[in-house]
């Protein structure tokens, strides 16, 4: 497990953009899981949309490829200072429902490829038992 002190240490995002708020495991080269509790607070819904707010499905995926990158660094062992993983592709992303103020979202992240500099992710976030979102998502290590 890893609490956002942690989580601080192996991504280079900062507020407002960290979306990571907790590892709840981590089996390195294999597979993550985490969490991102989505509050009202949050600035994107002050215009996505008023009196109706929905998390953006692009921040979802964001969110998804974050816990990805904490998974490619512990398996590593590098921190961002040495490397930083870039977004290279998202492929077949689906939405299934709605995510909204209050829900808490399991992001989870399943290493399916890895080559030099090349990591491929299996992910899918979750709200309770629902799939919310499930995306394949390639990142590329490049030099901080």
Not at 34 to 56: D, L
Not at 108 to 120: F, G, L
Request: aromatic share 10%; glycine share 6%.
């Amino acid at each position: 497990m890893m609490n956002i002190e942690e989580v601080l240490q192996f991504l280079p995002h900062r507020y407002p953009f960290l979306l990571v708020d907790r590892v709840i495991s981590l089996d390195a080269d294999e597979q993550i899981t985490a969490i991102k509790n989505v509050t009202m607070n949050e600035q994107f819904f002050q215009g996505h949309f008023p009196g109706k707010p929905v998390m953006p499905g692009v921040l979802i995926i964001e969110a998804l490829a974050q816990a990805a990158g904490i998974l490619a660094y512990k398996s590593m062992g590098w921190s961002p200072e040495d490397s930083l993983f870039f977004l290279g592709a998202i492929g077949d992303a689906r939405f299934k429902r709605v995510v909204v103020p209050g829900d808490q979202l399991r992001l989870t992240a399943k290493t399916a490829r890895r080559r030099s500099n090349v990591w491929k992710f299996q992910c899918e976030a979750f709200v309770g038992e629902e799939s919310a979102c499930a995306t394949e998502i390639t990142c590329m290590e490049g030099k901080a």
